[in-house]
């Protein structure tokens, strides 16, 4: 039991920490806006990353066929989406983002939503679960304490990375100056906007 555990928790954390957009747009956040809204973003994605581990090692094939086989329509939503978000980031106005600097309970919300909706939105995440659930023989209907304790340890494996991300970047946050700071800001909605035409783009290949 504390095998599948351990293992969820690792696939978790491993997953988490491959490089994307989210991974730009939380630094940014919690450089911006303080620890609260880098954590609230990071506990977004380890939430669909929770989802999706679910889906794949409960069994829900109907579920997990469905999400592989909509991956280009995902891809190009959630492409889009990367878009709009760079470019936000590109053109809002200074006053603008250092005004976001005390994020209320409505912003913090907003950071946990968007980034769930992100990454729910990305077709890799579910073909990793999917696989997971393969390798560890899931998705056949078996017992429920196995599945829930690979989920629950990929909950546990994504929002330590997100901590650990958030816990730097806000070590950070108090040593650079606010040039420097919307100098990261501006490359991390540049690198956004190019994430998310990349994944556009590759949603009509292969």
Known sequence: MFSLLLRGFVLGFAIAASPGPIFFLCVRRTLLQGRLAGLFSGFGVATADAFYAAIATF???????????????????GGAVLVGFGLRILFERRREVEAAASPTGRGLAWAYVSTLGLTI????????????????????????AGP?????????????????????????????????????????????????????????SG
């Open 121 to 144: 939105t990305n077709p890799a995440t579910i073909i990793s679960f999917a696989a997971l659930a393969a390798t560890l023989g899931f998705g056949t209907g078996g017992s429920f």
């Open 148 to 204: 829930a304790l690979v989920v629950a340890g990929v909950l546990l494996g994504s929002a330590a990375w997100w901590c650990i991300l958030v816990l730097a970047a806000s070590l950070l946050r108090a040593r650079l100056s606010p040039a420097v700071v919307r100098g990261i800001s501006t490359f991390s909605g540049l690198a956004i906007a190019v994430l998310g035409i990349l994944a556009a783009i590759s949603a009509f």
């Open 59 to 77: 069994g829900l094939a109907a579920l997990t066929a469905a999400f592989v086989s909509g991956r280009r329509p995902l891809a190009v939503v």
